[in-house]
């Protein structure tokens, strides 16, 4: 389960659970018969934290206050109830993939608030006034509940748009390093024709030239010796023009590099490394198999943050080190203190691209000084949200 599926709803029965227990304490008419409104703040707190791994059963419990509450006596649903019934259809929007399955969520709550009023309605007796209070109630927690499950559902077609346009801007990334390979494959095959059509056919021609000349002149003379050795010279020169042509062609038939990916890691540090950073890599877990957004995004940051370490702090020792675990990817560059600060120079962009690169993914970055050095810090979330 992703951390943030558990973090929220728990945050916010904690809270919910804070707030009752003040408003028990606090509310004369509570505070003198506490167990109905312990019942429903039970429930409410117990509905959000089982909303964390069943967001439709834990709103249908948290509904469950205002029968609980009526039932115990009192007139209506607690304060931290209320809230309740706004935090659990609200994450259940947010939380489920499939709309028609969170609809159940607001549903559920609407439904158990209608048998709330209900039960206040029958024991207070049928009155006009009754039936407009209990024809009210319904409509104001109605309202809540699947005003709260639109919100929820907004934040979700956000985010979602969010991580699209993530992978969106990766595929466009990858599509334009293939057409800068193919650039310059192309020049490269134009180079070796140019070459070929052009200086290597010249120069043969020179060299037939010069041939013809040498054959007018008496054999033995320097004038002789002098032309057989520029014809010598030519011949060579077609030779190595000629292969070069073919390295240049063979360069341009070569594959692509293979894509930036957290798995050439090693290969990315080797590189820095010979560059004459003294750096030294620690993996922690299988790096294979992360989706494709973060797994180019985290070797692009990786890839600033030690070219970073080069440009601003000099020959600094360096760790760098990734951590995989079921719900995210963490990296970590740290440096010593060299010749300068391995942080953003004026007017620098490579920390503000890590920044926009890390927010894309909805991760997080942290960047700046420590005593004796400097450290990046990212954090890429991998699991999305189940349904």
């Known amino acids: 389960m992703p951390r943030a599926a558990l973090i929220v709803p728990a945050s916010a ?56 509450a009526v039932l115990g006596g009192l007139h209506g649903p607690t304060g931290a109830a209320v809230l309740g019934f706004f935090a659990a259809p609200g994450w ?112 043969s021609v020179m060299v037939l030239q010069i041939g013809a000349v040498r054959s007018t002149l008496p054999v033995g003379t320097a004038q002789a010796e002098m032309m057989t050795g520029i014809e010598r010279l030519g011949r060579e020169s077609v030779q190595e023009l000629r292969g070069l042509v073919g390295l240049l062609r063979e360069a341009a038939a070569r594959e692509p590099a293979p894509p930036p990916s957290l798995a050439r890691a090693e290969d990315l540090v080797a590189e820095v490394r010979a560059a004459g950073l003294p750096v030294e890599l620690r993996v922690d877990g299988d790096l294979e198999g992360i989706p494709r957004a973060q797994d180019i995004s985290a070797y692009r940051v990786l890839q600033e943050a030690l070219t970073n370490v080069l440009r601003h702090a000099g020959p600094a020792r360096t760790t760098v080190r990734v951590r995989r675990d079921p719900g995210s990817v963490a990296l970590t560059v740290d440096n010593d203190a060299g010749t300068g600060t391995a942080g953003e120079s004026p007017g620098g962009f490579g920390l503000i691209g890590m920044r926009e690169r890390v927010a894309a993914c909805s991760g997080t970055l942290a960047a700046g000084p420590r005593p004796g050095g400097y450290t990046v810090e990212a954090v890429f979330p991998l699991a999305r949200v189940a349904p």
């Open 92 to 203: 259940a929007g947010y939380r489920i993939v499939r709309a028609r399955t969170s609809l159940l969520a607001p549903l559920a709550v609407q439904l158990l608030a209608s048998l709330g009023t209900w039960v206040a309605g029958r024991a207070s007796g049928s009155t006009v006034a009754g039936l407009g209070s209990q024809a009210w109630e319904n409509l104001f927690f109605g309202l809540m509940a699947w005003g709260a499950w639109g919100v929820g559902r907004l934040a979700r077609h956000l985010r979602d748009r969010a991580e699209l346009l993530a992978r969106l801007n990766t595929a466009l990334d990858a599509e334009r390093e293939a057409r800068e390979h193919a650039a310059v494959a192309q020049e490269r095959q134009r180079i070796a024709r140019d070459m070929h059509d052009a200086v290597a056919h010249s120069i």
């Open 13 to 68: 029965a904690a809270t919910l659970a804070v707030v009752g227990a003040a408003e028990i304490l606090l509310d004369a008419q509570f505070s003198a018969a506490p167990a109905a409104p312990a019942a429903a703040l039970a429930a409410v707190a117990g509905g959000m934290l089982l909303a964390a791994w069943r967001p439709v059963a834990g709103a249908a419990v948290v509904g469950l206050a205002f029968p609980i």
